[in-house]
């Protein structure tokens, strides 16, 4: 099995989810500028759904807090970033180790009783075609065999690998990766206004660490940087190494 280097994929979306365990109230908090320095671009207060946002640039590419009752989303996302002219994001493990130096101040000044946490992340990589990319699965998956030469065409796998990281004793993590194998069609205006079409194929990973649904006691604040930090080195060794048994 010969996986591609890291640097091959393309980030599509990264996330950072925390969960309370009482519902959260954010506007005026000033969380958005602790983590990028920057005041966002715009925000929104919907006070009667319990929902708030804020959004703007950072690391390259378009970034949110979503807040809902007692979830809060952080999504840094490049959408159309392999097209020409589009900004690119940076190396995956540079940006990821970016990604959450940023993120430091803010977990350690979390003051609400945090319930479960999760960290995601969406990639594609482009492939020659459907063969190429079947047989991209099954390395990582190495569970699927799909036979060289088999024309099956749509895979999508998805499977959750359980595993108890050490920040936090006894807290049960999910390892979820979804793989598929993609056909897009993109439209493209050249110079002289005519639309083109460009086809290709990708293969779609969506990676998601999160710890177990059914806990209910609060997670120390202390042990979120190192967990965050755990969940990141986990989809890092999966686009590395593979679905592992261990």
């Known amino acids: 099995m ?7 994929w393309h980030v599509e979306t990264l996330r950072l989810t925390v969960f309370s365990l009482e519902p959260i109230s954010v506007a005026g908090r000033q969380w958005w500028k602790s983590v990028t320095e920057l005041d ?3 925000s929104i207060n919907r006070p009667s759904a319990g929902e708030y946002s804020e959004s703007g640039e950072f690391l390259g590419g378009q970034f949110e807090l979503r807040a809902t009752f007692n979830r809060v989303d952080w999504t840094l996302s490049f959408p159309f970033s392999d097209l020409p002219g589009a ?6 493990d540079v940006l990821t180790k970016k990604w959450l130096v ?3 101040a803010w977990l350690d000044v979390v003051d609400f009783p945090v319930s479960r946490v999760a960290i995601g992340a969406v990639l594609m990589k482009k492939v020659e075609g459907a063969l190429d990319g079947n047989k991209l699965v ?3 998956l190495h569970f699927v065999n799909v036979k060289d030469g088999c024309p099956l065409t749509d895979l999508m796998v998805q499977v959750n690998n359980p595993s ?4 936090v004793e006894g807290l049960a993590h999910n390892r979820i990766a979804k793989m598929g194998v993609l056909e897009r069609q993109m439209i493209t205006i050249g110079p002289a206004g005519f639309p083109t079409a460009v086809i290709d194929t990708v293969v779609r990973c ?8 059914s806990n209910v006691r609060p997670i120390p604040q202390v042990a979120l940087s190192g967990l965050f930090g755990e969940m990141t080195s986990a989809y890092l060794s999966i686009l590395k190494d593979g679905v592992t048994d261990d």
């Open 87 to 92: 900004p690119k994001p940076g190396e995956l």
């Open 206 to 213: 969506e990676l998601d660490m999160s710890s177990s649904l």
């Open 102 to 104: 940023a993120f430091n």
């Open 2 to 8: 010969s996986l591609p280097d890291i640097k091959e």
């Open 40 to 42: 966002p671009e715009t």
């Open 138 to 140: 099954s390395d990582y």
């Open 164 to 167: 108890v990281f050490a920040s």
